[in-house]
């Protein structure tokens, strides 16, 4: 138990209800700063009646309705999931369209870092050789050759970062002419592209399964030949794809699969060593936002402090993408009214109505989102957790809109559509570019990506201390009084800056702790 005085936080003037901050929650008995009793004990990040509530009575948090009392609440109880009613979803219709119009921010000069130009003009923060999968029959012989490429290969090239298999599920098996396929297509092919990766591109096949490489890089947008026929089409060396296929008849037993994929990574390798990384501006970064393991802090501090550090990457000419569809959902209203035009508001809108269509196809609606760790940590509902996981877009204009596994193109704040599931959102905004990542946690979570640097920031300080080597930023000090949002704003604009030049290395990555990719696949599977 929290040896601290009471100390509660309410978001709104108009809420009626304010969350308990202190360590380990506070007792029935509490007096709060404002003279309330607590008739109940309230854990940490619960909420906490600030008046009486009758039956069917609006709950308010940041002055929006997150549920109706089921039963009377007098001032001083605990609020839980299981006093309220979720609101009805918000129509998609009669929203407000490019309304608001954010004051113009002061441009953020003169700040840079240490990244990798790309030929194509993209800019990566690490220097790393991806190798690209068509299929999941091939992950066990490509893992087998990745750890032998690290073992043996790797210490030649000291400038080369890492490498790494795009290891994924998909491939064969799969619906792959279907209309919703263009979504697991388009996101491998996009990560292939990543900034990160260089603009080496090497390709590992079975030979026999749906996803072509044809398919997955088509000729006409990147050159595409198998390596045994460079000769037959005329084509250099260095402007082609490497596809390594197994059941090449040339390949005689599993060693020689492993043999080839070893060859062709070295040269690969070769021309990635002798990339230096090079003084560029902030405007090159694109930085993906996330929250997963989310607590009632999460709207309170890390979203907050990222949202404003959000701002200050859109003032620098950066790119910052925000996603997971569910988990803005029922701020839909707060959004389109801050699309820099009718038409960004309008795609807003057909993302969120696609991802309706799809929840009620398989016969669920948006509260299927929130974890039991969620409602543990204090949030009730989906409603309340979207009003808190917007806040990682700051305040700055909504300037695009990206359908799953699209790749960004323009700057400013992005709403890149995902799912919530915190693997598939990071896969999806992979694909679209990142080459830095923002993770908020709460409640916590080791996740963690190979191919990008994953900034971890704690909602908690309990939670920062107790996982001090796996969180890399602690933004529970704004709950505390201890620091403002600003100041932590300000301190993760520049860890950012720090971590994609390389200057200092995340948790994860200190770890190698990292999740596997997982595609957004809403076609069927045959």
């Not at 009486?52 to 948090?61: K, N, S, Y």
């Not at 305040?395 to 699209?406: K, W, Y």
């Not at 030049?501 to 076609?523: E, I, Q, V």
Request: proline content about 6%; charged content about 20%; hydrophobic content about 45%.
């Amino acid at each position: 138990m929290s040896t601290r005085a009471p100390l509660s936080i309410t978001m709104h003037p108009a809420d009626n209800v304010a969350i308990v901050a202190n360590d380990g929650g506070l007792p029935a008995g509490a007096v709060l700063p404002g003279g309330l009793v607590l008739l109940d004990r309230v854990p940490q990040a619960h909420k906490v009646a600030l008046a009486d509530i009758p039956e069917g009575g609006a709950v308010r948090r940041y002055n929006v309705v997150i549920g109706y009392a089921l039963r009377p609440i007098p001032a001083g109880s605990w609020v839980h999931e299981r006093l309220l009613r979720m609101p009805d979803a918000r129509a998609l219709d009669g929203l407000p369209v490019a309304t608001v119009r954010p004051a113009p921010q002061e441009p953020l000069a003169g700040y840079t870092f240490e990244g990798y130009r790309n030929a194509d003009g993209s800019v990566g923060t690490r220097n790393i050789l991806a190798i690209t999968q068509t299929v999941q029959c091939v992950a066990g012989v490509t893992a087998f050759a990745v750890q032998r490429i690290k073992a043996e290969l790797l210490p030649r090239y000291p400038h080369v970062d890492d490498v790494v298999a795009l290891e994924h599920g998909y491939g064969c098996g799969v619906a792959i002419d279907a209309p919703d396929a263009v979504v697991p297509i388009r996101t491998l092919r996009n990560i292939s592209l990543n900034p990160n990766f260089g603009g080496e591109l090497m390709v590992v096949s079975l030979g026999c399964e749906k996803l072509q490489p044809e398919r997955l890089l088509p000729p006409g947008s990147i050159p595409l030949v198998d390596e045994r026929n460079v000769a037959d089409v005329g084509a250099s060396a260095d402007s082609v794809l490497d596809v390594v296929c197994l059941q090449d008849e040339a390949h005689v037993g599993f060693m020689s699969m492993v043999e080839s994929i070893m060859r062709q990574a070295e040269e690969h390798l070769e021309r990635l060593n002798a990339r230096r990384r090079e003084t560029v501006p902030a405007s090159e970064l694109v930085v993906g936002v996330q929250c997963g393991g989310s607590d009632a802090f999460s709207g309170v501090t890390a979203n907050p402090a990222l949202g404003f550090a959000s701002d200050l990457l859109v003032r620098a000419g950066a790119t910052v993408m925000f996603s997971e569809v569910t988990e803005v959902r029922d701020a839909i209203h707060l959004l389109t009214p801050r699309a820099a035009t009718e038409q960004v508001a309008r795609d807003l809108i057909r993302e969120m109505a696609w991802y309706d269509d799809y929840l009620d196809k398989g016969g669920v609606d948006r509260s299927a989102n929130t974890t039991p760790g969620n409602k543990k940590g204090g949030l009730a509902n989906i409603v309340e957790k979207a009003l808190g996981s917007s806040a990682k877009s700051g305040s700055s204009a909504i300037a695009g809109v990206l359908a799953p596994g699209e790749r960004v193109k323009d700057k400013g704040l992005i709403f890149a559509a995902t799912p919530a599931s915190d693997f598939v959102c990071g896969t999806l905004q992979l694909a679209s570019g990142m080459n830095v990542h923002i993770f908020t946690t709460g409640r916590g979570t080791p996740y963690g990506l190979s191919s990008v640097p994953v900034i971890k920031v704690a909602t908690r300080n309990e939670l920062a201390a107790r996982w001090s080597d796996l969180i890399d930023l602690n933004a529970g000090t704004i709950a505390t009084g201890e620091a403002t949002i600003e100041e932590v704003g300000w301190e993760l604009f520049r860890l950012i800056l720090d971590v994609a030049s390389g200057r200092t290395k995340t948790c994860t990555d200190k770890w190698g702790l990292y999740n596997s990719l997982a595609l957004f696949n809403p076609a069927p599977i045959t």
